[in-house]
């Protein structure tokens, strides 16, 4: 399983562009967190009413499925650029300098093939469920309350693009650190005494 991480930066402009998409992965995460918020809300006023009244939130399943999208998805390019994704280290926590840029390199290349793929299958998806001349521009809808589907079906090609820019960022960074023999805009895996500084730094900051 992955350990704790860390991302050097500087002032080349391969560093500038991994901070300024940060800044988007960071608001597509916060989405993430409001929407598990919203269903908290949610799961509250269904459960008050069902118990208070007789009468739970219309359509509350409905919700849960349009929110899904956007907790499991809108988060991931964050996740992917902290390191914070689950992994097996067993072999590559062993690595070090060019050799571990060179296979970070390589599976990094991998996800993004697979990553362009999906974007592609789920951009055709999202077509099929979308039709300009069709009420609410949708040729599907949820069954309880007749929510339009194609706004979740969006969420994940959106979120699978800028997944692809964090990996094109990614394989640029493990191409320069081939060269150059040091690494920036990509999660590093940290030792035990570094994590322990970052967790005191932390600390200290709160």
Known sequence: MATASLVLTDDSTLSKLDRTLLRLERGFALISGLAV???????????????????????????????????????????????????????????????????????????????????WGTWAHFQRSFDWAAPLWSRDSSMDIALPIWPAKLMAPLAFSVLVLRLLLQVWAYGRAIVTGHAIAVPLIADAATQARMEAEQLDDN
């Open 37 to 119: 918020f919203s269903l908290m809300l949610l799961a509250v006023v269904s459960v008050t009413g069902r118990n208070a009244f007789n009468q739970p939130l219309p359509g509350y399943v409905d919700w849960i499925e349009q929110a899904m999208p956007l907790i499991a998805f809108m988060g991931i390019s964050y996740v992917m650029r902290e390191g914070g994704h689950i992994r097996m280290d067993i072999v590559v926590g062993k690595l070090r300098g060019r050799t571990l840029y060179i296979v970070e390199l390589i599976t990094t290349l991998a996800v993004l093939l697979l990553m362009v793929m999906l974007v």
